[in-house]
């Protein structure tokens, strides 16, 4: 059975994975109105604006000099090249397609880590992500189905940011274990949003901004507190508690709360087969996690 510190772990990544469901319909709505550069500089630079004072005022220490140039460089990775991946795909896919290609997560980390030698690769594991992933199917069965022309750029693209994502789970471990994940997860952010705004503002991607209305500002906002702040502060906070699978095994959850998003706010399909596809995902998380021995997750610095 899993130990208490884990299950905290997999609850806040099952939450911030019903977030960052969201955040893909907030996305979808935004990709209309900006680019994806100014679109990851709004929920990035102000996700980082709000984490930073919190940052400050919880003390601790932050990560050490050492390991500011591979802190740097998640930073990158996660916060500036995933960004742009996923908002790009956005543009050609739909709210659930992009949810579904993006559920390949569990799947990708698994095998990475695997083959960085980092979590071992069991049997009860696979089969959570095979369960998990066929909810994910069930799911969006019918959403599939209204793909707009040319979708498939999107899927891969959100593929490729999947694999981003899988990386900087395995990677960015012993440095949240070293300095606690909300200081990591500040300046990490940081990073990756300074380069956005740099790029959008050598782009000019910020031009469109002066025709938002009420809708485009609070959809920006909310990806800035919801979708950056809490989302990935949740997402380090579950790291440094379980394995980087079971971790990447809730994001299973973001395409019933994806779908969800986008019915509401863009008229996308949403069917019967979601409350089925919900129950199996929630299946799979269960037996992924509700395990024998697993590799010890890494200790919080405190």
Known sequence: MCRMGEVWGVLAAVLSSALGGTSIGATRYLVGAIDPLAIGSFRFGIGFALLLPVALLQGGRWPAHRDWLAVAGLGVLFFAVFPLLFNASLIFTTAARGALALSTLPLLTMLVGAALGSEALTLRKSLGVI????????????????????????????????LCMALYSIWSRSFIARSGPIRFTTMAMGVGAACLILISCARGSFAPVADFAIPQW???????????????????????????????????????????????????????NLAGGIVTVFAGIWIATISGRQPRPATQAT
């Not at 599939?144 to 979708?151: D, I, V």
């Not at 990447?248 to 986008?262: D, H, L, M, Y």
């Open 131 to 162: 369960v998990a992933m066929f909810g994910v199917a069930l799911a969006l069965l019918s959403g599939l189905s209204a793909a707009p022309s040319g979708a498939w750029r999107g899927d891969l693209l959100m593929v490729v940011a999947a």
């Open 218 to 272: 609070l959809a920006a906002t909310y990806l800035g507190a919801f979708g950056s702040a809490l989302t990935f502060y949740l997402w380090a906070f579950a790291l440094a508690r379980t394995t980087p699978t079971r971790v990447a095994i809730s994001v299973t959850v973001n395409p019933g709360a994806a779908s969800v998003v986008g019915a509401v706010l863009l008229r996308e399909p949403l069917s019967w």
